[in-house]
């Protein structure tokens, strides 16, 4: 039981590329998040999707774009990098009333 | 709105001593409170639920709805605690609330 995976752990990027981080879950949550975590400013939400075939935008969603590809896979899109969004991102799950599962992360650097 | 404080960014103790990590929130409703505990570099895990009352690593929370808060306890710190600790506030309907995390450290 794998629970959440995410992919790249580790990436580098220059201003302006895009890349795409790949987020699955085998717990059959309903429902989705991306979060990116910076110092001083603990978890901030970019997008969620409470369903499959839904996404709603979070805390901070400028300059990033997410697909629910079906109920077990969530990918977040950053269509033209900037060295703010030098982030670890975490993709996580949810059932109601029982937390929320994280994955490992992703380190991203924007050069 | 829904809002989670935690007033420490960084506390230190020395092994073996008592710790609390404080945390309160704002909500009208019906509260589901979290911890979360962030080992150095790996994934968020669930340390406790209020709904639960569980004791994890020896950690407890207790849940007062009259002093709206939810602090981490231990009565003897270990180096292993050593971690960034969040809580989280879950509502009806809503996305989960984090609290901006305090950083445990445990002195030898």
């Known amino acids: 039981n794998a629970g959440v995976t995410q992919t790249p752990k580790f990436q580098v990027l220059k201003t302006g590329q895009s890349m795409t981080l790949q987020c699955a879950q085998d717990m059959n949550h309903n429902s989705m998040y991306w979060y990116r975590q910076d110092p001083g400013m603990g978890l901030r939400l970019i997008y969620y999707s409470a369903s499959e075939g839904t996404t709603d935008k979070g805390e901070v969603p400028n300059g990033y774009n997410v697909s629910r590809l079906n109920k077990r896979e969530f990918s977040l899109r950053l269509e033209s990098a900037a060295p703010s969004q030098t982030s670890v991102y975490f993709c996580a799950s949810s059932q109601r009333a029982y937390g929320y599962t994280f994955g490992s992360g992703t380190r991203l650097t924007v050069v | 709105a829904q809002r989670v404080t935690q007033p420490e960014k960084l506390l230190s103790v020395f092994k073996g001593a008592p710790v609390e990590l404080k945390c309160n929130y704002s909500?009208?409703?019906?509260?589901?409170l979290f911890w979360y505990v962030q080992y150095s570099r790996q994934r968020l895990q669930l340390l406790l639920r209020?709904?639960s009352r569980e004791s994890i690593k020896g950690f407890t929370a207790d849940l007062n709805k009259g002093e709206t808060s939810f602090h981490l306890k231990k009565p003897f710190a270990q180096e292993e605690d050593s971690a960034m600790y969040y809580c989280a506030l879950g509502t009806y309907g809503q996305n989960f609330v984090f609290g901006p995390g305090t950083r445990l450290s445990v002195l030898p």
């Open positions: 909500y009208s409703g019906s509260p589901e």
């Open positions: 209020h709904i």
